[in-house]
């Protein structure tokens, strides 16, 4: 049972959004979520929190194997069913999460005795706002430049709607989209489409009427939400 106390109720939303509970508690966390609007706003507000830690840390130089290595533990080559079964699982996604974890910590970590600094690889696990262990898609930048979206799972669209891919580098400048998303197929863009990519850079996908956002933003909901952090460097 959910604890009523404001404290223990706040903290235990944090857990959630970091991923650290247990199966059963983190099913009740997610309907607390879903029909209390205050725990959603807290899981909001942590998810921001935990955003905002990670972009004040400058990405370094990982090692050359670390991308292989999580390309591997994800299975990027895998089907879409193949994913949605892989994903189900609370364990391997624990794995994962902890394997994403390390290529962080690993990418931050000072490496003074390089000189260069070649390409960067880039990753992004897109996540409805405000849950944790539910992705629904995959970014992927290679040292090209060369971006490639893999859906995790097949989402009903409406018939009125579309999904749109935004991304968004300095709030200063404002989001820019990326195109319209067919629900369970991968995208790909080149590196002329996308632009300079940094870590922390924030990639969206949001529900919007049929044919895309009417103004230069988005205007409907967020589906998906993610930040780029550095995989890898070629």
Do not use: C
Not at 44 to 71: A, I, K, N
Not at 202 to 222: A, C, H, K, M, Q
């Amino acid at each position: 049972m959910i604890s009523t106390d404001p404290a223990e109720r706040r903290a235990l939303i944090g857990e959630y959004v970091l991923g650290l509970l247990e199966q059963d508690q983190a099913r009740e966390i997610a309907e607390l979520i879903a029909r209390d609007p205050q725990a959603a706003a807290m899981a909001l507000e942590w998810e921001q929190h935990f955003l905002e830690l990670s972009d004040r840390l400058d990405p370094s130089t990982p090692s050359p194997g670390l991308w292989p290595r999580v390309q591997e533990t994800l299975n990027l080559g895998r089907r879409v069913s193949r994913w949605q079964a892989w994903w189900s699982d609370l364990t391997t996604w624990r794995l994962t999460s902890a394997a994403l974890a390390m290529a962080l910590i690993i990418a931050l970590l000072p490496m003074p005795w390089r000189s260069e600094t070649p390409p960067a690889i880039y990753t992004a696990v897109l996540q409805p706002p405000g849950e944790a262990a539910a992705p629904g898609w995959v970014v992927h930048i290679d040292a090209s430049g060369t971006l490639v979206l893999d859906p995790l799972r097949e989402d009903q669209v409406v018939a009125d709607r579309s999904v749109q891919f935004w991304t968004l580098v300095d709030p200063k400048d404002g989001p820019r989209s990326l195109g319209l998303v067919e629900p369970g197929e991968r995208l790909t863009l080149s590196a002329e489409q996308i632009g300079a990519v940094r870590a922390g850079q924030l990639f969206e996908l949001t529900l919007e009427p049929s044919g895309g956002s009417p103004l230069n933003r988005p205007t409907g909901e967020v589906l998906y939400i993610g930040r780029a952090v550095v995989a890898a460097l070629d």
